[in-house]
C-alpha cells in the first residue's frame, strides 16, 4: 500500500513507512517523482522530463542523464522496500509510475470528490460523501515542487482554483437545501486553507445569520477585517462591509423584537401557589412536563376533585359555582407553582401532580379537604376525590381524563 500526500504536506508511505526523507535527499529525484505521480497513468516524454528538470542545461546526452536519474531513484526506492521494485516504467521513450502498483494519491481523491460535486443538481448522500472526501483530501496547497518551476507554480493555482470553485458549488447546494450548519462546517473548514478568502467569510457569515448566529457572524466579520489589517493593509471590501452593517441593523432589530417577547411574557402578574388554566390546555400541560420528567423517571399523577350534593334536591347552580371558587382558592393556596388546576365540569377540578406518588399524591390531596372543610362550606356538598398516575404503573398506558 502506497499513500502520498501532495496538498498542504508532501508525505511517501510504503506499507506504513514515510520514505519522504529518502526523496528529500535528491532534489532531481524527487521532482521527477513529483511529476510522474501528478501524472499517474499517463506516460511523460524524456524531452519532457530532461526540459523540467534542468531547465537552463543542455547536454550532449539528454537521455543518458534521465535514465541515470531513473536508475538511480528507482534503485534508492527498492533499497527502502522491495514493493517499489518496478515503481517507474518505461514506455516507448517516455517514463509513467506503475499503476498496478496499489497507491492512494490525495490529489487524484480531490479530483474525484470535486468532479462529482461539480456535476452535481442538488445535495445528496453522494455529494455530502463527496464534500467530506474534498475537505480531508485537499490540505492546503500543492507542495513538493520548487517555487520557479513554472510547471509547477500552474499546477498549484489550478488545484487551489479548483478547490474554491468547488467550495463555491458546494454551498450553493447546501444553501438551496437550507443545510446551514453544513455550510458553516464547510466554510470553516476551508478558511483553515486559504483564511482570506471574502466567499467564504461572507457565507460563514450568512450561515451564522441563519442560525439565530449573528453576534459570531459579526464576530467573524472583524476576524476578517484585523486579517486585512494585520496583513495587507487594507480593509476588506465593500460588499462585506455593507453585509456587515445589515446584520448589525438585523441584530438590534431581532434584540427589539425579543425584548418585547420578554415584557409580554414577564409582564403579566406571577401569583404564588399552583397554575391554573383550561381544561382545553391541560394535555399541552401535560406534554410539556412530562417531556421534562420522564427522562428522570418521575411519574405524574391526576386528581379528580368532587363537590357533589349530600342529598335531593340538588344545589342551584349558584350555590355550586360559589363553592367550587371557595374550593379553587383554597388549592391554589394548599399546591406547589409546579402543580396545574382546571375545570373540568360545573361540579370538578382535575390536578396534575408532577413528581408524587400514590401515598404521597393522598397526603396533597388530603391537606387540601382539610383546609376547604376548616372554611365556612355548604354543608349540602361533600368533598371526594379520585386519583391516578397518568400513565398507569403496571402497563405504561395512558389512562383517566388526559388518555
Known sequence: MIEVSLL???????????AEHLLSSTRKGSQMLLHLLLNYGRPVSSTTLYELLWPNETSSNPESALKTLVSRTRGMLTDFDPDLRNCISTDHGAYRWNTELDAHIDVFLFEDASNVILNAAEANDD???????????YGGDLVGGREEDSWFISRRTFYHSLFLQTVD??????????????????????????????????NLMEALVKTNRSNEAMAQYRHLNNLHNSFLGM????????????VGRTEQS????????RRYLTDSANPPGAFVCDYSILRDVYQLQMRNLERLGISIYVALIMLTPVSQPPVDAFEQDRAMHQLLSTMI?????????????????????????????????????NAYYNGQVNPALVFSYKLLPVKDETTNQKEGFLG
Open 8 to 18: 498542504g504536506k508532501f508525505e511517501f508511505l510504503v506499507n506504513g513507512k514515510n
Open 127 to 137: 455529494v455530502h460523501a463527496a464534500i467530506h472526501q474534498m475537505l480531508t483530501s
Open 169 to 202: 458549488h458546494a454551498l450553493s447546494l447546501l444553501r438551496a437545501k437550507e443545510e446551514y450548519e453544513q455550510m458553516i462546517r464547510v466554510c470553516r473548514a476551508a478558511l483553515d486553507v486559504d483564511a482570506f478568502e471574502e466567499t467564504l467569510h461572507t
Open 235 to 246: 480593509h476588506p471590501s465593500e460588499n462585506l462591509q455593507n453585509y456587515y452593517e445589515l
Open 254 to 261: 431581532l434584540t427589539t423584537d425579543l425584548n418585547a417577547v
Open 333 to 369: 393556596s394548599c399546591l406547589r407553582k409546579g402543580d396545574t388546576i382546571a375545570r373540568y365540569s360545573p361540579s370538578q377540578f382535575v390536578l396534575l401532580l408532577p413528581s408524587v406518588n400514590a401515598s404521597t399524591g393522598k397526603i396533597v390531596v388530603n391537606r387540601i379537604r
